[in-house]
Antibody
């Protein structure tokens, strides 16, 4: 059974940093690209960042580029999101997500970790 | 950046057919994926590559994509289909390739 378990969310002040983690199990982690997708309270889905199976290809949404860094450790079956210079508009539920295939959509999602940016 | 536009809401009676559109410039040249999200839950993939269904998704869910519009069709709608639905594409046309989600459509079963 595929499982994606996010951790690291919480309340943080504007301008501070936070690191999200995602522990993956139930599939061959280093065969798949992985993504972070967020959802602000009461709003729609927003793709945040994605990383290829070997970290050779990485992408970011314009809204987070230069502030967020995605990474993965295939030996630990883990995905990370380092978030710096956080803003109030980064407040959201952050989902870890597994790509089905090359740009083939997302077939598994975690339950999300909530990040609240507020003073 | 690439924009995907969906109607905010669609209402349908039980047993009838719901059609949810997703508009984008020449979207027919891209692969479209669709997600269902119920309150308090993570999204679930219901259609991928325009019209393929993951295992476990009822045949009542189907998809099509042509020109500037992709469509998710839910036949014989049931109360359990009430949810938010999002379309998604991979936008490789910009300087920063990545996934783009539609604005979302709330489906209400009357």
């Amino acid at each position: 059974e595929v499982q994606l378990v996010e951790s690291g969310g919480g309340l943080v002040q504007p301008g501070r940093s936070l690191r999200l983690s995602c522990a993956a199990s139930g599939f061959t982690f280093d065969d798949y690209a992985m993504h972070w997708v967020r959802q602000a309270p009461g709003k729609g889905l927003e793709w945040v960042s994605g990383i290829s199976w070997n970290s050779g290809s990485i992408g970011y949404a314009d809204s987070v580029k230069g502030r967020f860094t995605i990474s993965r450790d295939n030996a630990k079956n883990s995905l990370y999101l380092q978030m710096n210079s956080l803003r109030a508009e980064d407040t959201a539920l952050y989902y870890c997500a597994k790509e089905y295939s090359n740009a083939g959509g997302i077939d598994y999602w975690g339950q999300g970790t909530l990040v609240t940016v507020s003073s | 950046s690439y924009v995907l536009t969906q109607p905010p809401s669609v209402s349908v009676a039980p047993g009838k057919t719901a059609r949810i559109t997703c508009g984008g410039n020449n979207i027919g040249s891209k692969s479209v994926h669709w997600y269902q999200q119920k309150p308090g839950q993570a999204p679930v993939l219901v259609i991928y590559y325009d019209s393929d269904r993951p295992s476990g998704i009822p045949e009542r869910f189907s998809g099509s994509n042509s020109g500037n519009t992709a469509t998710l069709t839910i036949s014989r709608v049931e109360a359990g289909d009430e949810a938010d639905y999002y379309c998604q594409v991979w936008d490789s046309s910009s300087d920063h390739p990545g996934y783009v989600f539609g604005t979302g459509t709330k489906v209400t079963v009357l």
